[in-house]
């Protein structure tokens, strides 16, 4: 068990170029979460994804947009990028029906 | 707006001491509350999480307190080590999200 495997580690992007983050959960999980740190706070929920289909979208614009591959994976992407899109990104994998969601080590996305 | 309130920001104890971290939820529809843990460049790690018909869980030295009327739930951790310096979160899940407090960060001196 190799835990939840996040894709890259670190980036840097400028402002109005689009990102895309990866995560690989954990072998048999099928629910995927994407979280967004700013630093200094408490992770904010982004998206939920099970089964492929999109179950939970938190307060987040248009511009973020993910999704869920038949293997579990997931693709959390952002479109032209604000200073103010600077965070650690989470993902977060779970069973159904679990509340233990186990957390990758994060994409620190840095926006110049 | 569902909101876990937590508290203190920082905490500063000594090597053997009690570390106190509380937090205040609105939202009666939460139906899990786990505290996690937080080392500097790594994701949070699950420490310990209790259900709202449970007022107390205890797991080696870390224990939760949950007072379901005041809508209030704290973690304890006892005999505090310097090892257990991190920033600490705790939460609330409702369908499947968690909703994140904003961090307490402890540091504990030898």
């Known amino acids: 068990d190799t835990g939840v495997t996040q894709s890259p580690t670190h980036l840097i992007k400028t402002r109005g170029q689009q990102v895309t983050l990866r995560c690989s959960p954990i072998s048999g999980h099928k629910s995927v979460s994407w979280y967004q740190q700013v630093l200094g706070q408490g992770p904010q929920f982004i998206f939920q994804y099970y089964e492929k289909e999109e179950r939970g979208r938190g307060n987040f614009p248009d511009r973020f947009s993910a999704r869920q591959f038949p293997n579990y994976s997931s693709e959390l992407n952002v479109n032209a990028l604000l200073l103010g899109d600077s965070a650690l990104y989470l993902c977060a994998s779970s069973s159904r029906g679990s509340y233990g969601y186990t957390f990758g080590s994060g994409t620190r996305l840095t926006v110049v | 707006q569902q909101q876990v309130k937590q508290s203190p920001q920082s905490l500063i104890v000594q090597k053997g001491g009690i570390s106190i971290i509380n937090c205040a939820y609105e939202n009666t529809a939460f139906d899990y509350f786990p505290w996690y843990q937080q080392f500097p460049g790594k994701g949070p790690a699950l420490l310990i999480a209790?259900?709202?018909?449970?007022s107390e869980k205890k797991e080696g030295r870390f224990t939760i307190s949950f007072n379901k009327s005041a809508k209030q739930f704290s973690l304890h951790i006892m005999d505090s080590q310097p090892g257990d310096s991190a920033t600490y979160f705790c939460?609330?899940?409702?369908?499947?999200?968690?909703?994140f407090g904003t961090g307490t960060r402890l540091q504990v001196f030898p």
């Open positions: 939460a609330a899940v409702n369908t499947d999200k968690l909703i």
């Open positions: 209790i259900r709202p018909d449970v």
